[in-house]
């Protein structure tokens, strides 16, 4: 089931809400965590319920492994063998689902072999909830969680406004919410605030991603070549095409889990604004670069065996959060391009040469598109013949100048120029939803804001299209 569907905003999210409150205030506390665990997986179930197995099976594993951990003295066990089985297990259902038919394909491509391939249909938010386990899982080793109840495990992995795309969530940051006697009765401002970040994210998606998908598809997957401008617009378009669509989904996940009085981390702050690649991993997918940090980055030993190590480690840690977006080469080189960046970027603060914030913010912003191109081209080849276009080698057609007053045409797909402006205005210059929320008031203004956007959004809905992230 989708955020952005009509069935989950007037039939699911109303019903999973008021049942929930009205469980709770009945005190039939346990009877509406497990509605809660019941409600989220029938969310997951909904895209295709055979994957329920898939996903129960995950959650008693890694609560058996984490309980296992919590509970040294019950058992002589080896508590690292036991982390290391459990990240395994993790590791390995992950690389199955996602990778095994991209190995099978490259040992064909290098061996000349004929292997045929599983045509395995990728689980939807597996590699979100297997990061959030694996993190339990560390965290339980270190002694910093323990989980003594399966339901209410169940709800920190299942609940349904993260579980698809995220944010990658820390046990310690959740459970306390969950447990606590005053997030269980309706909070009228959070209503207010979560309607508003709802409306601001499916607005962002509908409105604005879903009108430049068409364009950006026929860029990247259709057209037999492109030119310069073509090639431009089509980047750029993508740009943000994944900006509003993540960031509306960002929007919606943190307003939906408002409605439930949960909290979930800021996961996205105008990374466009960014001064350099280290800010942009400051500010973009905030739980997976604190994920990658914390668990992958630090474990390498981080920036203490020494400056060549501290470059290799920044290196790794950039490659493998490429290679977990997805089973693809092009997205291994996105990877390698953002590693690279972050160690030249080390390396340049050693010199302490500062350089003019708006020029920062236009560099930064120069790379991150030029990198977004392997991410979105379907193979590494086209990649590189967009990239081609746009340094011109493809050639440049001056009579397009005529087709830029209000709007680019590519076949019989149109970018309207204005969409154009208003992605640069609301990228740049404008304040982003989670600083609006912070001077949020329940007054007839913001509930007019609300009102408009959302019935904008809802005549807008013409088609029901999945989060770009979900395949991630």
């Not at 007037?10 to 009945?26: E, G």
């Not at 690389?95 to 061996?111: E, G, Q, R, S, T």
């Not at 979930?264 to 997976?288: A, G």
């Not at 950039?318 to 030249?344: K, S």
Request: aromatic fraction near 20%.
């Amino acid at each position: 089931m989708l955020f952005n569907s009509l069935e989950f905003l007037f039939i699911f999210l109303p019903i999973t809400f008021f049942v929930y409150f009205f469980l709770n205030k009945k005190r039939l506390i346990m009877l509406s965590t497990g509605w809660l665990v019941v409600a989220s997986l029938f969310f997951y179930g909904y895209w295709n319920y055979k994957y329920l197995t898939l996903i129960l099976l995950s959650m008693v594993f890694n609560y058996t492994v984490g309980y296992t951990l919590s509970h040294p003295s019950d058992l002589k066990i080896n508590r690292k063998l036991v982390l290391v089985a459990g990240i395994i297990g993790n590791v390995g259902l992950l690389c199955y689902y996602k990778y095994f038919d991209f190995l099978i394909n490259n040992i064909n491509m290098v061996l000349h072999t004929g292997f045929d391939t599983l045509k395995i249909a990728l689980p939807l938010g597996i590699s979100f909830f297997t990061f959030t386990q694996i993190a339990y899982l560390v965290d339980a080793y270190k002694k910093e969680v323990r989980e003594y109840d399966f339901l209410n495990y169940a709800l920190f992995v299942t609940f349904f406004p993260h579980l698809i795309a995220g944010p990658i969530l820390h046990h310690s940051e959740m459970m306390p919410q969950f447990a606590d006697i005053r997030k269980k009765v309706i909070n009228h401002k959070n209503i207010s605030k979560g309607l508003f970040l709802l409306s601001i994210g499916l607005f962002k998606k509908v409105v604005i991603a879903d009108n430049l998908s068409e364009f950006v598809n026929d860029i990247f997957n259709l057209l037999p070549s492109v030119d310069f401008f073509e090639a431009w617009c089509g980047s750029l378009a993508y740009t943000f095409q994944l900006y509003f669509d993540f960031s509306g989904y960002c929007d919606m996940a943190l307003g939906i889990a408002l409605l439930f009085n949960i909290l979930l981390p800021v996961n996205f702050n105008s990374p466009y604004k960014s001064e350099n690649i280290q800010d942009f991993w400051r500010r973009w997918h905030m739980t997976l670069s604190r994920f990658l940090k914390n668990y992958i980055y630090i474990p390498l030993g981080g920036n203490r065996l020494g400056e060549y190590k501290t470059y290799r480690n920044l290196f790794l840690t950039f490659l493998i959060g490429g290679i977990w977006h997805g089973a693809n080469w092009t997205f291994i080189m996105w990877g390698v391009l953002h590693g690279l960046a972050t160690c030249i970027h080390r390396f340049w603060k050693k010199f302490n040469i500062k350089i003019n914030k708006y020029l920062s913010i236009f560099m930064t912003f120069f790379f991150i598109n030029i990198t977004w191109v392997f991410f979105r081209a379907p193979s590494i080849h086209r990649a590189f013949e967009i990239l081609k276009s746009m340094i011109g080698l493809n050639g440049v057609n001056p009579l397009v100048i005529n087709k830029l007053r209000f709007s680019f045409e590519s076949g019989s797909i149109k970018l309207s120029l204005f969409l154009f402006a208003g992605c640069i205005i609301l990228s740049f210059f404008m304040k982003n939803s989670m600083e609006r929320l912070e001077r949020f008031k329940t007054d007839k203004v913001h509930f007019i804001v609300i009102l408009l956007l959302f019935i904008i959004s809802i005549l807008s809905i013409n088609k029901v299209s999945e989060f770009l992230y979900f395949q991630f």
